[in-house]
Each structure stands twice: as structure tokens, then as C-alpha cells.
């Protein structure tokens, strides 16, 4: 083997393991043989999930799936009625979970508080009441512009059980990507707080709403989270209406819709390449059904587990996590704050005083951990933990160590697992009932028919190639928000049936699978997708900028870092100020975490014919990487323009 087998599970915790249990119900003999199955028999596969995860409908499916419109338009479950509420809240009240805790809240001040399944299912009932009595109906979109709250789950089980359409948004975000995103939704509802904490400063998201919706008159209630309460915030009369006031006093019974399985819940937005964000489209049985089996057979959730992904609800981990640990019954850890404030140990001082059993972090997260040293570890008591995750972006060997050693003691498996927001999930994992390599998965995640091809369309073994999906799955898309042709040609256009997902991958000879970043332009920053042209565009707002190219480099830290060119108008040279200011530019309206680390001034840049700009060209020559084909490249000597890193 090329590397070392670092994890071999103990035949206790196999037999204790969801997964082994599939298994033995279904009479295979391993784990391989399951993915082999669960990928060319799709619809056993998905029957049998149904019934082993108890997934509720409240009429029965008659056929499980239809590829008649094409495999990119695939329906599930059709005929049956279901709503993802029902699963992820109100079948614990009937099968007598109700005093379980379902939620624990920690600010970043230390406030705490847990939510039982009871009172969980009576707050979700109060606002799904409010909105109805404020008009909000079945297909209205809701965006939500919260940290990490209690308020920020029960108003996605809300929506979902009036049939409104959430809209998740960054916390992070600027003004410009929401604007971008609420326009192109035509939200009829936006949910903020008046601030939240972050390194212990307040981070004023009602203002940042504020400035927003100037430019989006399609909304027309504001609800506010009264997250800091002595924080003074502007209400507008007829506009704003107060969180604690509209559910006081509402009503704690409600009928949650009887909804198609195919009825849309979430619309979340991912960064491509080019253009405006893409709205992928996900519905009731579809998301919450993928993050389920994805939790109970990669992680092994159980209803006695309190699981923490560290995440925010605008990334597609913030939903899979809240909706994947309710349905299942286990309880779900949110926190809003930075996890190294007041002191780097904090994240530690949550696990051992919540008891945290399984936990998710990126690997930027890990190795900005790594520098307070192991000392901060071990001064807590994680005894508690039994699983580490991990997704966002390819590890290193150094952080994955750390983790693994640190903070598992070697007594954990770290489950590598890696998908996408199109997805509602993942398509390769590690399995706590398998042994591991550093920095691999052990396969595809089940359900999932993974694959890596050449670039001709050929599978192939030993080498990078494409990661690709030979069939459909539940949690896919369904497609982009008004704009299914974008959704093709960026998925299934390459090759005939099949899904081209974007990443770079491989198989080795013992046939662990690894990634190798991403096959597009999007760049990946702490494990948050954001595609190039929203960076350009922020840049060329600024007078001073006619054109611009934005590129993702590793970092040692943020798994990559944002680098950008700019050609400047009127001015034959920078004034020394500029790169600051278009700094605060980009922060302003996408947020601090997409500030470039470095930006150069240059006379042209790289680009083809029809003028697109041609970013691996640029990339390659700041990195000192072949260049590749430079055949439709218009401006030749521009590459020279590009500085080469140091």
C-alpha cells in the first residue's frame, strides 16, 4: 500500500454500527458489496433507506423513481405526501421523544439554551402561525439572514411546514450578494437579527439588511431576531415586525401541509464560475432524505448522539446538519461565535461541557487549531467524542494527523467526506467500520455511483481525472432557480447521462479514492465556494478598475486564498491607497472572509477570443505551472503581465 492503514475498527464498535446492521438486514457481506448494489439498483437502495431511517410520508409513494424526462430531471417518490417537518420534528412528539433535547444553543457571551423536542415543535408551530396570519403561503420565498441560533432552526421547520421556500444567506455576506440572491428569488420575507457576536465584536446584520433591501422592494416583512436586546436598530413601521412579539401569544397547535415529495423547501446559493450565483433547487424528500442516510451510515448518527458541524446556514452544511441530526432524533449542537474567543480553547471547553459526540470541522479549521499547540486540547476532557468529519476541501497529511492523534487520540475515526450543495450531500466518505487512510476516503458514499474519467469519457484507475455520478440520487438539484439551461450545460453537457461534478479525483491501487481540488475556476476559501466573477465584480465598481481576474492559490491555513489582477482606468499607475480600498470594497459586499490577500495592477489580461478570461492561464503563470493549451488564447504577451509568486 502507498500509504499506511491508520484505522482498522474494533469488532465492538462494528457491531454497534448502523451501517453493519443495513448491511446484515439486507444479506451483504461487506460495505463494497453495498455500494455496488446501492448504485445500479437505485430503487432498492432508496425503499430501503425509507424504511430503515422510518422516513414519514403521509401518503405512500407509488413509484420510487421516473428518469422519463431524462436523468438530469429525475423525479422521486412520486404520489407521495410528505413534509420534511414531519420528519425532522413532529413524528418525535408521536413516538415519544418529546422531553429529548433536540436543540443546544451557546452564544459567544456563554449564554446557553436547550430546546427539547416538545418545545421545539410548539415554537415551530407558534411562528409557522405568525407567518400564515402575515401572509406568507406555499411557494413564498423566506430568506434567513441569521448566525447560528435556536430562532435560525425553528424558522426553517417553520417554513417547511407552511411549504415556504427558504432562502439560506450567508451570515458573513455583504450587501451586493444579497441583494443578488434576494432579487433573484423575489423573497417575499427576510428573517435577521438585530447583531450577533463575533471575537467579541457585534457584527450589526439588521444595518446590513437594512442597506440591502433599498435596492429590493419585492420584500415586504422584515422579522427580527432580538438576538442582543439592548442593541438600539432601526424598525420600520409596516416593514419590521419583532420576533418575541409576533409568536407571544400564537398559537402552539398546527397542521403541517401535506406537501408532494417533489415540492420545493430550499433555495440555496452556490458560487459558480461565471455569471450570477446558481439557485439550486431542493425539495422535501429529496435534501433532508440525502442528509439523513449520509448521517446514519458515513457517521453513524444515532438519537443518543449530540452532533456539532461547525458551519452557517448560508453553507449547504448549516441545513444538512439541522435537518439531518432532527430526522434522525439525535441532538443538534448550534454556536454562533468564533471557536477560539475569548481563548483559543474554546472549542474544546464546548465538546467536554455539552458533551459532544460527533463533530465537524474543516481542515482550515484544524490547522488554525494546530498553532496553539496540543496543551489547549488536553486540558479538556473529550472522552465524550466518538466521530470526527470532516468536508469542505482536500486535506494535508499535517492537519489530518493532528486531528486524528490530538484530538481523537486515535480512538476516533475521521470521516473524510466531500459532495456539494447540488448534491444535499455527499458522494465520497470514509466509514467508521472500514479502515482508513490519511487524508482519503474509503469510497463512494452509498447511493451514490461515483466514478473518475479520463478526459475522453473513460473510467480511470491510478490517475486524476474527473469526479463524476453515473446516476441520479435523491438529493440532486432540481435544477437552478429559472434558469434550467444553465443547470444542463453546467453538469451534464460534457458527457452523455452523466454528472461532471468539477472536482479533480483518483483511485489508487487500494482503491481509496482522494481529491485533488477543484477541475473549474470556482475557488474554495476556509471550504466556502465562491466563484470569481462575483469577486471581479465587486472590483469593478471601484472607478479606478476597468477589468479584473480573481484566482484561488493554497494556503497553508485557508486551504486557498483569493489572488486578484486588475487593469486600471484613467491612471497609468496605482495611487498607494487602492489595494486597500478595493479590499474594503469586496469586504463590504461579499464579506471579510472573500477579501483578497494580494491584489496586482496589470495592463491586460489573459483572455480568449470572445473575451473570457482565461483563468488557469493566469493561475498557472502565478504558481510557475505548465501553462496547457493556449490555443483560443486572443493576447498572447499578457501572460507576461502576470507576476509569478515568490
Not at 463512494?444 to 474519467?453: I, K, L, Q, T
Not at 434550467?484 to 451534464?492: A, L, N
Not at 489572488?563 to 489595494?579: E, N, Q, S
Request: hydrophobic letters at 40%; charged letters at 25%; aromatic letters at 10%.
Amino acid at each position: 500500500m502507498n500509504e499506511q492503514i491508520v484505522w482498522n475498527p474494533a469488532e465492538e464498535l462494528i457491531a454497534k454500527n448502523r451501517l453493519h446492521r443495513f448491511l446484515q438486514k439486507h444479506g451483504l457481506s461487506s460495505v463494497d458489496e453495498l455500494l455496488d448494489k446501492s448504485s445500479s439498483d437505485l430503487e432498492w437502495y432508496w425503499n430501503a433507506v425509507v424504511q430503515d431511517l422510518d422516513w414519514k410520508f403521509y401518503k405512500p409513494f407509488e413509484q420510487t423513481l421516473d428518469t422519463s424526462k431524462g436523468i438530469a430531471w429525475t423525479r422521486w417518490f412520486l404520489g407521495g405526501k410528505t413534509n420534511l417537518a414531519l420528519n425532522a420534528i413532529d413524528k418525535h412528539i408521536q413516538s415519544g421523544k418529546s422531553g429529548s433535547a433536540a436543540l443546544i444553543w451557546e452564544g459567544e457571551d456563554g449564554k446557553i439554551i436547550t430546546l427539547s423536542y416538545l418545545q421545539l415543535f410548539r415554537q415551530t408551530n407558534q411562528l409557522a402561525n405568525a407567518l400564515r396570519d402575515r401572509g406568507i403561503r406555499k411557494g413564498d420565498c423566506v430568506a434567513i439572514y441569521l448566525p447560528m441560533l435556536a430562532e435560525t432552526a425553528v424558522s426553517v421547520l417553520a417554513c417547511a411546514k407552511l411549504g415556504a421556500i427558504i432562502v439560506p444567506l450567508f451570515s458573513g455576506f455583504g450587501v451586493d450578494a444579497i441583494v443578488t440572491r434576494l432579487k433573484d428569488c423575489d423573497a417575499k420575507m427576510l428573517f435577521t437579527s438585530d447583531g450577533f457576536y463575533r471575537r467579541g465584536k457585534v457584527i450589526r446584520t439588521k444595518e446590513v439588511a437594512d442597506s440591502a433591501l433599498q435596492e429590493v422592494p419585492n420584500v415586504e416583512k422584515v422579522v427580527v431576531v432580538s438576538r442582543l436586546k439592548d442593541l438600539k436598530v432601526n424598525i420600520r413601521d409596516g416593514r419590521d415586525l419583532l420576533w418575541d412579539e409576533i409568536v407571544e401569544g400564537a398559537s402552539e397547535d398546527f397542521e403541517t401541509e401535506q406537501l408532494d415529495a417533489e415540492d420545493p423547501f430550499m433555495i440555496i446559493y452556490t458560487s459558480g464560475t461565471t455569471g450570477k450565483p446558481k439557485g439550486t433547487v431542493h425539495v422535501h424528500s429529496g435534501f433532508p432524505l440525502k442528509a439523513s442516510s449520509d448521517m446514519a451510515y458515513c457517521f453513524d448518527v444515532k438519537d443518543s448522539d449530540v452532533l456539532f458541524w461547525l458551519t452557517d446556514l448560508g453553507w449547504m452544511m448549516g441545513p444538512w446538519a439541522i435537518l439531518g441530526g432532527l430526522s434522525l432524533g439525535a441532538t443538534v449542537f448550534l454556536y454562533e461565535g468564533a471557536i477560539d474567543f475569548p481563548k483559543p480553547d474554546r472549542l474544546w471547553q464546548m465538546v467536554e461541557r455539552h458533551s459532544i459526540t460527533i463533530m465537524g470541522l474543516s481542515p482550515t479549521v484544524v490547522r488554525s487549531l494546530m498553532r496553539y499547540g496540543e496543551d489547549s486540547v488536553d486540558r479538556h476532557t473529550l472522552r465524550s467524542l466518538r466521530i470526527l468529519g470532516s468536508t469542505g476541501e482536500p486535506w494535508n497529511p499535517d492537519p489530518w494527523f493532528w486531528f486524528f492523534e490530538k484530538v481523537g487520540k486515535r480512538k476516533c475515526p475521521l470521516i473524510n467526506f466531500s459532495g456539494g450543495t447540488e448534491l444535499a450531500g455527499g458522494i465520497l466518505t470514509s466509514f467508521p467500520i472500514t479502515p482508513m487512510k490519511p487524508c482519503a476516503f474509503s469510497g463512494a458514499v452509498p447511493g451514490m455511483a461515483a466514478d473518475v474519467f479520463d478526459e475522453t469519457g473513460q473510467p480511470v484507475r491510478g490517475k486524476v481525472g474527473e469526479l463524476v455520478l453515473r446516476q441520479p440520487s435523491p438529493g440532486m438539484t432540481k435544477g437552478f432557480w429559472r434558469d434550467s439551461g444553465r443547470y444542463i450545460e453546467t453538469y451534464w453537457s460534457r458527457w452523455e447521462h452523466t454528472w461532471v461534478h468539477g472536482d479533480w479525483a483518483s483511485i489508487d491501487e487500494d482503491g481509496f479514492w482522494f481529491i485533488h481540488g477543484r477541475s473549474d475556476d470556482t475557488i474554495k476559501v476556509a471550504g466556502k465556494r465562491i466563484g470569481p466573477a462575483e469577486i471581479e465584480s465587486a472590483l469593478i465598481a471601484h472607478p479606478l478598475v476597468s477589468e479584473s481576474a480573481a484566482i484561488g492559490v493554497p494556503d497553508p491555513v485557508k486551504g486557498e486564498s483569493i489572488i486578484c489582477f486588475c487593469v486600471l482606468k484613467g491612471v497609468d499607475h496605482a495611487p498607494a491607497g487602492l489595494p486597500g480600498e478595493l479590499k474594503n470594497l469586496v469586504a463590504e459586499q461579499l464579506g471579510k472572509p472573500m477579501v483578497p490577500k494580494e491584489i496586482y495592477f496589470v495592463k491586460e489580461i489573459p483572455k480568449t477570443r470572445n473575451a473570457k478570461i482565461m483563468r488557469r492561464v493566469v493561475r498557472a503563470r502565478f504558481l510557475g505551472l505548465a501553462y496547457g493549451d493556449l490555443s483560443s488564447l486572443d493576447n498572447l504577451q499578457s501572460i507576461e503581465e502576470i507576476p509569478v509568486s515568490q
